[in-house]
């Protein structure tokens, strides 16, 4: 089977809109399922790391600092590696991102078999995956646009956001069975292969890397100007304080959610696992119907009800013992996280 090329996105002016219709790109569909299943690696990750931290200590801060290890490159690396993604070719890019995880993921399994696996040693590998994952993303979301219509960008992003979640439901199922009858360590042995296999599927894509005229953009240079554009852009700092204030507080939740799951009646690696797979499925319905919802609310209102939404879930959570009401729960705020962050993403 000869290896996808790269063709620029099509312009006619029928496109559909409905959110399957990129899929329908024979390139955008090539890389979406890679997508998902690079997704799906971070969450095995995610589940295999915070499960572990809660059989090396008690302790909640630690528990939470899983969260924010594998989160705080994002922040740290997000300038960056945008500036990177325009800058370097994207293709190249996004493969060296794949075996770098994949990297991360061998060293997790060999500190586990050896039995040298510690608290400290732990939070560091996963930052040092986190790091893998930062300078993914930017690079993913910016081949997008080129990929498909300006019609179907919506779609697009709903899908990639149906990525996320369904590799929120088939990552944790997956991590848990596995946690459960082979130990932590072979979820990281899982992990390395699926990121090897992703990145050797990218290879497979013949983009055409197009230089710019005036040179290769230096890298300060290019956070700098995209610096610029953001203090000279009212509308885009509007979006990115919603974006950070929705997400300071909704990450709680899954930051504390192993050990909301482990307190819970009959808690266990198969009760953090369900928790999980239920927000993933909450945002996969969602998202089937966000088009209908943007044509009944504004943009607005769509993300001060989603918001509101996450901030119920999120202090249901924190009062319920009850494994049934919290599966509820966890589903709603699945709902509220995908309208809200699709919605945002749109936006910007």
């Not at 070719?89 to 993921?105: E, G, K, L, P, S």
């Not at 890298?219 to 700092?237: D, H, I, T």
């Not at 001060?304 to 009062?319: H, P």
Request: hydrophobic share 60%.
């Amino acid at each position: 089977m000869p290896p996808e090329s790269q063709a620029a996105a099509p312009t006619a002016p029928a496109a559909s809109q409905s959110t399957l219709a990129p899929l329908g790109l024979p390139v955008f569909r090539m890389l979406w399922l890679t997508w998902l299943a690079a997704n799906t690696c971070m969450w095995m990750n995610d589940v295999a790391a915070a499960w572990l931290m809660t059989t090396l200590t008690t302790s909640p801060l630690y528990v939470a600092l899983v969260q924010t290890a594998s989160t705080m490159p994002v922040f740290l690396l997000g300038l960056p590696s945008g500036a990177l993604a325009d800058i370097l070719d994207r293709r190249r890019y996004f493969i060296a991102t794949q075996f770098w995880v994949a990297i991360v993921a061998i060293a997790l399994c060999a500190a586990i078999l050896a039995g040298g696996m510690t608290a400290p040693l732990l939070l560091a590998l996963t930052f040092a995956n986190g790091v893998g994952l930062a300078m993914r993303w930017p690079v993913f979301s910016a081949i997008v646009p080129e990929l498909v219509p300006r019609a179907q960008l919506p779609a697009a992003l709903a899908l990639n956001g149906i990525s996320m979640n369904a590799s929120r439901i088939v990552g944790p199922l997956v991590a848990g069975a596995i946690i459960a009858s082979a130990g932590s360590a072979w979820v990281f042995v899982l992990n390395a292969a699926l990121s090897l296999l992703s990145a050797f599927v990218i290879m497979r894509w013949r983009r055409v890397h197009v230089p710019s005229p005036l040179g290769r953009e230096r890298l300060v240079s290019a956070m700098r100007v995209g610096l610029q554009f953001v203090r000279q852009s009212p509308r885009m700092r509007a979006v990115l304080w919603r974006i950070a204030l929705f997400f300071l507080h909704s990450t709680a939740l899954l930051a504390l959610l192993p050990l909301l799951a482990r307190g819970m009646e009959g808690g266990s690696a198969g009760t953090y696992t369900l928790l999980l797979a239920s927000m993933g499925a909450g945002a996969i319905t969602a998202a089937m119907f966000l088009h209908r919802l943007r044509q009944m609310m504004s943009r607005d209102v769509l993300v001060l009800r989603g918001a509101a939404l996450q901030a119920a879930s999120t202090a249901a959570m924190a009062f319920t013992s009850n494994i049934y009401v919290a599966v509820l729960v966890m589903f709603l705020g699945g709902v509220a996280w995908i309208s809200t962050a699709n919605t945002l993403s749109v936006a910007a």
